[in-house]
């Protein structure tokens, strides 16, 4: 049978444990995928070299702050993780494809 003490313990501990997972996911998954979004915006608009790394490089950060935003805004964490995952490998997958050399 299990005290109330240790009871109310593992409902904090969880409940830190999905917080701690939470600021992980928003702060290393979201530069992890504000990066490759840089990386792709960068190869796919029709600017100069120099002139779409500025522009991407500028608006990653705007990414980057939306995705911390819709990391806590989410109601489930696994909802979280998956979409940092699913997007980043898509991101990852489509700027490999698109690297001169890259894909062929």
């Known amino acids: 049978m299990m005290s ?22 928003a702060f290393v998954g ?4 504000s990066s490759l979004l840089l ?17 991407s490089t500028m608006i990653s950060f705007i990414l980057y702050a939306l ?15 998956l979409g940092m995952v699913a997007s980043s490998l898509l991101c990852g997958a489509l700027v490999w494809w698109l690297m001169p050399g890259g894909g062929a």
């Open 4 to 25: 109330p003490l240790s009871s109310t313990f593992s409902k904090n501990a969880r409940y830190r444990w999905a917080v701690a997972s939470r600021v992980l996911a």
């Open 30 to 33: 979201g530069y992890v995928l």
């Open 39 to 55: 990386l792709l915006m960068a190869l796919v608009w029709p600017l100069p070299r120099a002139e779409a790394i500025a522009a």
């Open 67 to 81: 995705i911390i935003i819709w990391a806590f805004s989410v109601k489930r964490l696994r909802t979280v993780w």
